[in-house]
């Protein structure tokens, strides 16, 4: 999938996963934001790949770039995910009620 820079008017489970995942290789590469979100969740490296396959982990993982603009910029610029579609995909896990904090 390569989003298009406009809007997403809907996102699919499929295209929120592979943002998802992104994000996750993304911070892998980042050892200061990857030691920061584990902190923040209490996983432990070791049980990255566990965690990965629980509820509520893509959530708490696109949540914490939606929670930290320079964070959220610099993935996007880097991988290349407009800013609207990590939102989506932000939205589509952490459910309609938790909004786009920018």
């Known amino acids: 999938m ?3 820079s406009r809007a ?4 699919t ?3 929120a996963e592979e943002i998802a ?8 590469g980042q050892a200061d ?3 920061r979100f584990l902190a923040m969740t209490g996983i432990e ?3 990255i790949r566990r965690a990965a396959g629980e509820p509520g982990f893509f959530g708490g ?13 610099a993935f996007s610029a880097e991988s290349d995910v407009p800013v609207e579609w990590i939102q989506a995909a932000h939205r589509h896990f952490a459910g309609p009620g938790e909004g786009v904090w920018l």
Not at 8 to 11: A, D, F, R
Not at 21 to 28: F, M, N, P, R, T
Not at 61 to 73: D, I, Q, R, S, V
């Open 13 to 15: 489970p499929e295209q």
């Open 45 to 47: 490296a070791r049980d």
């Open 33 to 35: 934001l990857m030691s």
């Open 61 to 73: 993982l696109t949540g914490f770039l939606m929670n930290h603009e320079p964070t959220l910029m």
């Open 2 to 4: 390569k989003p298009t």
């Open 21 to 28: 995942v992104k994000i996750l290789a993304w911070l892998s």
């Open 8 to 11: 997403p008017t809907s996102i």
